[in-house]
């Protein structure tokens, strides 16, 4: 049995994309991507030169669209309610002390509380903008 350049380059594909199952690394799919190009610039009857300039225009391309349009969380996922549970839920402060923390009861607890909104903290309802270790990071509730 005789293999072509094309069968080599869907072989990569497919290791590319086993590889990003196994790991969730969204880049590895978009090399793989690149490779698919390869494998179809081969098809095409391109020299073994061309396959790799294909291939690796398109993967780098797809990575850096990928990169761009993906949405940032800041970095992290103290923040990010799709992480944490937490996020969007109601607080209720009776008193903030002079350094902008206080003490609340959530989940049967309590809780060391920060506010994270802009100007001075005021007693009442609140919600969860993000959750540091043990510290609950408070908002006003939007009007």
């Given at each position: 049995?005789?293999?072509?350049a094309s ?59 990928w990169h ?42 309590a809780w ?32």
């Amino acid at each position: 049995m005789d293999w072509t350049a094309s069968t080599w380059w869907w072989i990569g594909t497919a290791a590319l994309v086993a590889a990003e199952l196994a790991t969730g690394t969204f880049y590895l799919l978009m090399l793989a991507v690149g490779t698919a190009a390869s494998a179809l610039a081969a098809h095409a009857g391109m020299g073994f030169s061309a396959q790799l300039i294909v291939g690796a225009a398109v993967g780098v391309t797809a990575i850096a669209v990928w990169h761009k349009r993906r949405p940032r969380q800041g970095g992290s996922v103290a923040s990010n309610p799709d992480v944490n549970i937490d996020i969007g839920s109601r607080v209720r402060v009776e008193a903030w002390t002079a350094d902008g923390t206080a003490r609340v009861k959530y989940r049967g607890a309590a809780w060391n509380a920060r506010f994270a909104g802009g100007g001075m903290p005021a007693p009442g309802e609140h919600v969860i903008s993000a959750v540091h270790g043990s510290e609950l990071m408070l908002d006003r509730l939007p009007s």
